[in-house]
């Protein structure tokens, strides 16, 4: 699995505060995802995705 953040990222940190392993926040203040998500953080990454307010995480 995949995550990508793209445009519509607001920078609340929601997705990096659920799995740090996977979202970090840029100096920019926006969130930035590392790209292969692990297997052991692929059901955080989801959440991640879920609880993003604006939809700006995509897995794949």
Request: charged share 25%; hydrophobic share 35%.
């Amino acid at each position: 699995m995949k995550a990508y953040v793209n445009e519509d990222c607001i920078g609340c940190g929601a997705c990096n505060s659920i799995c740090e392993e996977v979202f970090k926040m840029t100096d920019s203040g926006v969130a930035e995802a590392i790209g292969e998500v692990p297997t052991e953080f692929e059901e955080a990454a989801k959440e991640a995705c879920t609880g993003c307010p604006v939809g700006a995480i995509e897995l794949s």
